[in-house]
């Protein structure tokens, strides 16, 4: 297996086994699943988004993320309001709260990843943590490289 196919294969896996799957509410210390967080972090407190906007984004019916809302709703994570505008159209905002949570979220759960590093010997662990450092380096160096790139073609000096 290439170099290129071992991180195409570990990530993934890495993500799957340790992904978070509960976000909790820093303040009620509710559990709120990663999918209807996941609908969180679309929606905004100022900028409204219309239901069905946001259902067709998602891959869902208009129906079906009416419900998923009137759950959030009922929890204070979310405001529908009509549109002033055109009163068949329903807007979407987040709450104070539903920003607390949606902020809240990680892609890894801390207590999966602590069990994961657990499973290896301190050798094997210093060795996994240096070989993740260096990823993080290059994956940051890659993205300084693309804005200097992106830099150089607004000022024009790649041209």
Not at 16 to 42: N, T, Y
Not at 115 to 124: A, I, Y
Request: hydrophobic letters at 40%; charged letters at 30%; a positive charge.
């Amino acid at each position: 297996m290439s170099d290129v196919e071992t991180v195409l294969h570990a990530v993934p896996r890495i993500l799957f086994a340790c992904r978070e799957r509960r976000v909790r509410d820093p303040r009620s210390g509710k559990a709120v699943s990663a999918h209807r967080v996941g609908i969180l972090s679309h929606l905004d407190q100022e900028d409204p988004t219309m239901v069905g906007e946001l259902a067709e984004h998602l891959g869902v019916t208009a129906s079906t993320m009416s419900l998923t809302l009137k759950r959030l709703e009922e929890v204070g994570y979310i405001r529908r309001d009509r549109d002033p505008s055109d009163r068949r159209v329903t807007n979407v905002r987040l709450t104070e709260a539903g920003t607390r949570v949606r902020d809240a979220q990680t892609l890894l759960d801390p207590e999966r990843v602590a069990r994961m590093l657990m499973t290896l010997g301190p050798s094997q662990r210093a060795e996994a943590l240096r070989g993740v450092r260096l990823l993080v380096d290059a994956a940051d160096s890659l993205v300084r490289a693309g804005r200097e790139t992106v830099t150089a073609l607004v000022s024009g000096d790649a041209l």
